[in-house]
């Protein structure tokens, strides 16, 4: 499916900045501890003369299959993650192997522009992707070296951590992919012979710690979001970072799952549905306000810093979090967005700058109760070329306000 409308928005404490492509998940497919299915490609790149993709050849090995493409936002954006993966375990029992649907002449001109640190099987036949039960990209399953099923995840959720406990024979744990039935409505228990809704706006006290949301095609899945998170995507503006939220009192607390689901052809808009949910569970309602606030100015320092690359390839996808942004294909006034909460004041892009990116910026900074202005801007300086500068404008924000009473 190269339809990019669906994403994964949360990585562990890592929330993306925007979508450009499939949430991965695995549909009847082997779970972690079984042996895995077959492995094999109709052809095989990067690999060493003779070498073979098969149970027997990597036995002894950790491996790591990676599902991707191209045209894949969110796969595009963790190669880096991989390829610096890859190079620390170089020297290590430890095969990297990219599992691509499509053909060689797609592929042999992508990785002159983005290299992968991995063999590059071609799975044409799509033989793989079914036996690993495979409806969505990006889509990690990792072997252990007895050749066991060890995680099936995202590929950013992988650390050197768990590699390395893998070689020493300890089990890991992993988030799994979401089943693709996820994004359906739930069922009771009662109603297990009951069809599926047709229509369907549900709320309802999450036991997600993490924020996770896909949606596409008039539906919409958001797990262990606080009201907060959801704000922005209610009131149609997915880049509005929590600076430009303005509320009459505390909203309600705790983490939340908001479903939206759908008949296709006869969808309402999403946004509008979450804001009449919003209404009814909370008495929340929002508007747009513009008022003069201390902002932040992001202004071009100097070419050619090691964070910031112009994207040679299409494809983008983007996360942040406390210490990290990240991504593939990105404007400026990504990077801007994505700096607010690190910077709790609105930053505006005046670079100038009209490419669209490669960014790799991190600073230290362990969570957002902890604050780290002053790294973040030195990194911002370092590793992006650019340079924050302190000044007042007018500022678009959403007001939300709390019916008074309304204790939910």
Known sequence: MNECKLLKISLASVVSLSCFSVQATSHGGPKVGDKPPLLQATALLQAPPGAKMDAESLHGKVVVLEFWATWCGPCVAAIRHLNELAEKFKDQPVQFVALTAEDEATIKPFLTKRPIKAWVALDTNKA???????????????????????AITHPTE??????????????????????????????????????????????????????????????????????????????DQPMLSPVRILTNGPLPAGRYDF???????????????????????????????????????????????PGLAVSPTEGGAARYGPGIVEGTELSLADVASALERGLNKPVLDETGLTNRYD????????????????????????????????DKRLVELLVVERAKGNGK
């Open 359 to 390: 960014v790799s910026l991190k600073w230290e900074q362990k969570s957002w109760d902890n604050p780290n202005p002053d790294g973040l801007m030195k990194a911002v300086r370092e590793q992006l070329g650019l340079e924050l500068v302190p």
């Open 128 to 150: 793989m992707n079914k036996a690993y039960g495979v409806v969505g990209i990006p889509h990690t399953v990792v072997l252990g070296k007895d050749g066991v099923i060890a």
């Open 259 to 305: 479903i939206v689901v759908q008949t296709p052809g006869t969808e309402e808009n999403v946004s509008a549905l979450l804001q009449q949910a919003l209404k009814s569970a909370f008495g929340l309602t929002g508007k747009k306000e513009t008022k003069e606030m201390d902002v932040m100015l992001l202004k071009a320092k100097k070419p050619n810093a």
């Open 158 to 235: 992988l650390t050197e951590q768990h590699l390395s406990d893998l070689l020493a024979g300890q089990r890991i744990f992993l988030p799994e992919q979401r089943d693709a039935e996820e994004n359906t409505p739930r069922r009771e228990p009662d109603d297990k012979n009951q069809g599926q809704a047709l229509f369907e706006v549900l709320v309802r006290p999450s036991t997600f710690t993490n924020s996770t949301g896909f949606g596409g095609g008039g539906r919409f899945t958001a797990r262990g979001y606080t009201i907060r998170d959801l704000l922005p995507r209610a009131f």
